[in-house]
T-cell receptor
């Protein structure tokens, strides 16, 4: 039971290049999330998917697109990378219920855009 | 206005002492959840404790407890008998039920860097 996995762990891009960050969870959770963490900051929500087939914007969606490929996988795409997108990217999943839920995070992807 | 405020950027504490990390929040939603996560230097986010807005009692998980004062909108994390391994960043976060039914992610504070000294 791996929990939430992310690939790659590290990536360096040049301005204007594109890439896709992959995320998968094996906990059968409905909801999945992408966050970014900048130095000295907490995590900020980029996009989320409440269930398979749905995606919605979070706090900082500009410059990103997402795909909920199936219940397990949720990918984040940078079409034209910019230095401002240098950050650590975390994927998370949860099973929301009224009594409370917990978001489980992947190990993160450290992205540098030159 | 910030939804989650952590006023202590950094704290130094002697080993075996108790630690209180402050967190205040701002919401008009009557249904919400409050979370604390630990982020060690290795970078992963580790869930510590959860408190629901309707919970009558303060949450506890081992050495962690959450001092929930709803009227003051405060959700402080208390770590009893601190250990060297507790040195890390600690983040307070909130989930509001809102229009997404609570599935629309967490709002995080900026964190507190806790250093436990021997």
């Amino acid at each position: 039971n791996a929990g939430v996995t992310q690939t790659p762990k590290f990536q360096v891009l040049k301005t204007g290049q594109s890439m896709t960050l992959q995320c998968a969870q094996d906990m059968n959770h409905n909801s999945m999330y992408w966050y970014r963490q900048d130095p000295g900051m907490g995590l900020r929500l980029i996009y989320y998917s409440a269930s398979e087939g749905t995606t919605d914007k979070g706090e900082v969606p500009n410059g990103y697109n997402v795909s909920r490929l199936n219940k397990r996988e949720f990918s984040l795409r940078l079409e034209s990378a910019a230095p401002s997108q240098t950050s650590v990217y975390f994927c998370a999943s949860s099973e929301f219920r009224a009594g409370g839920d917990t978001q489980y995070f992947g190990p993160g992807t450290r992205l540098t855009v030159l | 206005a910030q939804k989650i405020t952590q006023t202590q950027p950094g704290m130094f504490v002697q080993e075996k002492e108790a630690v209180t990390l402050d967190c205040t929040y701002d919401t008009s939603d009557p249904s919400y959840g409050l979370f604390w996560y630990k982020q060690p230097s290795s970078g992963e986010m580790i869930f510590l404790i959860y408190q629901g807005s309707y919970d009558q009692q303060n949450a506890t998980e081992g050495r962690y407890s959450l001092n929930f004062q709803k009227a003051r909108k405060s959700a402080n994390l208390v770590i009893s008998a601190s250990q060297l391994g507790d040195s890390a960043m600690y983040f307070c976060a909130m989930r509001e039920a809102g229009s997404g039914g609570g599935a629309d992610g967490l709002t995080f504070g900026k964190g507190t860097h806790l250093i436990i000294q021997p």
